[in-house]
């Protein structure tokens, strides 16, 4: 299953729906690789209608994800589910929506990485990695934990919080596959540039 580098996680209150998919078409022109929707407190039916548009614009080798509902991955026809680290087990989500999805999970220690092995998702998300706004007040869990979990598991290993171009160097050489990245694209004033200079990071340290 390819697993994308540069992901691209929604937040409404960073970026609203309709801003996002007015902006979507360049930013994966401009070398975003995954969106995930996600948005909490928003009713299933609104939520619906964003993943189905989404899905209209995310188009390949693009992948779209939804984050932790099984019924509007199908029902928008995503390209896979991202799972919390306390959410359904990776092979009833696989049954449910079949082998050619892709299938996700986010941990926040090396602990909850050991427990994913067993599980084996397509990919983790570990973080935070670094401060981040979007969870004021929890401390980073930094590169050194970052480099735990990517040893203890045999699959990529997505990076997320904090993340800024400038970092991604260093992310990528603690073992991380690519990152996730929320406001350091959708809160910038050019976001077509964010992914721009995003991607040339990813790119410029892989071809070392």
């Not at 390949?60 to 359904?88: T, Y």
Request: with cysteine.
């Amino acid at each position: 299953m390819r697993v994308p580098r540069l992901h691209l996680v929604t937040d409404p209150n960073v970026c609203p729906f309709d801003r996002l998919l007015a902006l979507l078409p360049e930013l994966v022109a401009a070398g975003l690789d995954a969106v995930h929707l996600r948005a909490r407190d928003v009713p299933t039916g609104t939520l619906l209608g964003v993943a189905r548009a989404l899905r209209r614009v995310v188009v390949p080798p693009a992948m779209l994800f939804v984050n932790d509902r099984v019924d509007l991955a199908l029902l928008s026809e995503a390209d896979g589910l991202h799972l919390p680290e306390l959410g359904l087990p990776v092979d009833e989500v696989r049954r449910l929506i079949g082998g050619g999805r892709a299938v996700g999970r986010s941990v926040h220690s090396v602990a909850a990485a050991g427990r994913a092995v067993v599980e084996r998702p397509d990919f983790l998300v570990y973080g935070n990695v670094f401060e981040t706004a979007s969870k004021p007040g929890l401390p980073a869990r930094g590169l050194d934990g970052l480099r735990a979990v990517v040893r203890a598991v045999p699959f990529p290993v997505i990076a997320i919080g904090g993340i800024t171009p400038e970092r991604v160097p260093a992310v990528l050489a603690a073992g991380a596959y690519g990152v996730a990245v929320i406001r350091g694209i959708l809160g910038t004033s050019d976001p077509v540039e964010a992914v721009r200079v995003f991607r040339q990071a990813l790119d410029g340290v892989e071809e070392r």
